[in-house]
């Protein structure tokens, strides 16, 4: 059996530093934007960092202590949005990022949201299913003053889900004494959760990988696909693009990783990691390394697992002509110019991840509406919004002659520019 899958990005020296390089990342793409330097400014610092001990009754009756953060970035263009993440290596410095991250992919979908961000750092595989619902629970506690649907709004991340968003939901609502489901998205269907979130975040991918398909006159039979981390978001979007007729050659979670050069049989992964906890070496399959899977002769890569697994150390060796980042974070800023010299094209995550953000606030309008869309409606109005911002960040790209993620970047800043600008400047209030 090979080595760990992953990688270890947040070994305490690779995140330290986490945010100062995402933020310098934001900063180099302004230089694209047509925007007024007192928006990069405030965009400079989170409005609020909130950061709580959660002391935890273990099933064994011992105590335990798990740290907790909330950090709400910006909230300029409308409440602070993002989901909240449970792994044992998220660190102040990790959520950071992942907020700023939010507040750039809500404008780069223009959806009327700010970007934050949540997670407690606990290794949630050691947790019985009673200890995680205490957990999820006490987070809500101890997070409450800041939440709220006008002010911040949750929702499902790394190794969190739907039901651990029905016991948030749940104890917000037993906070408060009444019910407020638009307070987080990304609940149960029948809980006050949208059909279809479950699987929006690999489906807005898939979307972006279609106008692709077009573009390029792809034959899905003739495309191989590699997918890294077969999470929500991987199983998705293997399971749409397998539909499709897609190749999906590989697959990797945070153990191991499969290679099957005909193309693996994605619904039987899929069932056999329901079940087993773990992917499946079907006959004819090997299993191979983390590195070797990401540097596979493939047409698309989806990394879709954690943030800097794509570094300057293997980006010379990524043979995809296509990278479609539905992880967070998943290339550093180090391997962005490797990959653009190379010629591969990479989606940068704040549009190719931003279908579960999209349709949670598909979910957060029929809260706030009492109403329930269908299926289809969802559907279409998801692959209209990831289609129109695809093309905007596509024509950017061309105009900028950049990595698609400077030109999204540079969208995204714009019209943050519009809402944290709109009360004027230092050159309206010099003006006499
Ligand atoms: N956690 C997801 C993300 O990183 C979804 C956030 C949301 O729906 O608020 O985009």
Redesign the pocket.
């Given at each position: 059996m090979s080595k760990l899958a992953l990688a270890t990005p947040n070994a305490a020296a690779a995140t330290a530093d986490l945010f100062e390089r995402s933020f310098e990342r934001v900063a180099a793409a302004a230089r694209h934007a047509k925007i007024d330097p007192e928006t990069l400014l405030r965009l400079s610092m989170p409005k609020r960092t909130v950061e709580v001990s959660i002391p935890l009754r273990m099933d064994d009756g011992t105590l335990r202590l798990f740290r907790g953060y909330r950090v709400q970035y910006d909230d300029s263009r409308g409440p602070f949005?993002?989901?909240?993440?449970f792994h044992p290596q998220v660190d102040a410095a990790e959520v950071k990022s992942?907020a700023l991250?939010?507040a750039l992919?809500c404008a780069v979908v223009d959806i009327p949201?700010g970007g934050g961000?949540g997670g407690v750092e606990v290794d949630p595989h050691q947790l019985s299913h009673a200890e995680l619902e205490r957990l999820s629970r006490a987070y809500v506690r101890a997070v409450a003053d800041v939440l709220g649907q006008d002010r911040d709004?949750?929702?499902?991340?790394?190794y969190t889900n739907a039901r651990t968003m029905a016991w948030m939901a749940d104890e917000y609502a037993t906070i408060v004494r009444r019910l407020e489901p638009g307070v987080i998205?990304?609940k149960p269907v029948g809980r006050g959760g949208s059909v279809g979130?479950d699987d929006?975040?690999g489906r807005g991918g898939y979307y972006v990988l279609k106008e692709l398909e077009a573009l390029r006159s792809w034959q899905p039979g003739r495309t191989t696909v590699a997918v890294q981390g077969f999470g929500n978001a991987g199983q998705h979007i293997a399971r749409l693009l397998h539909a499709d007729g897609y190749r999906v050659v590989a697959v990797s979670d945070s153990r191991t990783a499969v290679w099957q050069q005909a193309g693996l049989d994605v619904p039987q992964v899929i069932a056999h990691k329901e079940a087993h906890r773990r992917l499946p070496v079907p006959q004819g399959a090997k299993t191979i390394t983390n590195d070797e899977l990401l540097q596979l002769d493939v047409d698309v890569l989806v990394p879709a697992a954690l943030e800097d697994q794509l570094t300057a150390a293997n980006a010379p060796g990524v043979r995809a002509k296509v990278v479609i980042e539905l992880a967070?974070g998943p290339t550093t800023g180090a391997a962005d110019p490797i990959l653009h010299d190379k010629g591969a094209l990479v989606v940068p995550d704040v549009l190719a991840?931003?279908g579960?953000?999209t349709?949670?606030?598909f979910e957060w309008l029929q809260n706030r509406a009492g109403s329930q869309w269908t299926t289809e409606e969802v559907h279409e109005r998801l692959r209209a919004c990831m289609r129109t911002q695809f093309h905007a960040v596509h024509a950017r790209m061309t105009e900028l002659g950049a990595p698609m993620r400077t030109a999204a970047y540079a969208l995204a800043l714009e019209r943050l520019d519009r809402a944290l600008c709109a009360g004027g400047t230092a050159a309206d209030f010099q003006r006499r």
């Open positions: 949005k993002g989901g909240i993440r992942l991250w939010m992919k949201f961000k709004v949750p929702a499902p991340d790394v998205t990304g979130r929006a975040t967070n991840n931003a579960g953000v349709v949670s606030w």
